[in-house]
């Protein structure tokens, strides 16, 4: 699977951004998938994640109420749909997918065996 990131870019606080992730060479639609974000200094972090399986949805607190992800199963993607940002969401995102991923490890970096190159998100006034 070759993931593709898309869609970071400059915004100001308060405001919304989306992310994507295009997939090639496998369906989506049968693997977990996730956002992770890493910041200067820090380690990458879990954002959001939605298995395979039921639909379920993940977020991690600091993104919850603020950040939705969802599958576009036409276009074999995952969307991370950001609104409020905060100047602490500054980071690199990363999206990834992974099989047989268990409900205990789906925040979890290590579950994850295909990962996209990052895109940069800057919130900034």
């Known amino acids: 699977v070759q993931l593709q990131a898309s869609g970071g870019g400059l915004v100001q606080p308060g405001s919304s951004l989306r992310l994507s992730c295009a997939a090639s060479g496998r369906t989506l639609s049968r693997l977990t998938m996730a956002w992770f974000r890493q910041a200067p200094g820090n380690e990458r972090e879990f954002v959001a994640a939605?298995?395979?399986?039921?639909?379920?949805?993940y977020y991690a607190d600091s993104v919850k109420g603020r950040f939705i992800i969802s599958r576009d199963n036409a276009k074999n993607a995952v969307d991370l749909q950001m609104n409020s940002l905060k100047p602490e969401d500054t980071a690199v995102y990363y999206c990834a997918a992974g099989s047989s991923v268990i409900l205990s490890s789906v925040r979890s970096a290590n579950a994850y065996h295909y990962w996209g190159q990052g895109t940069q998100v800057t919130v900034s006034s």
């Open positions: 939605t298995r395979s399986s039921g639909g379920h949805t």
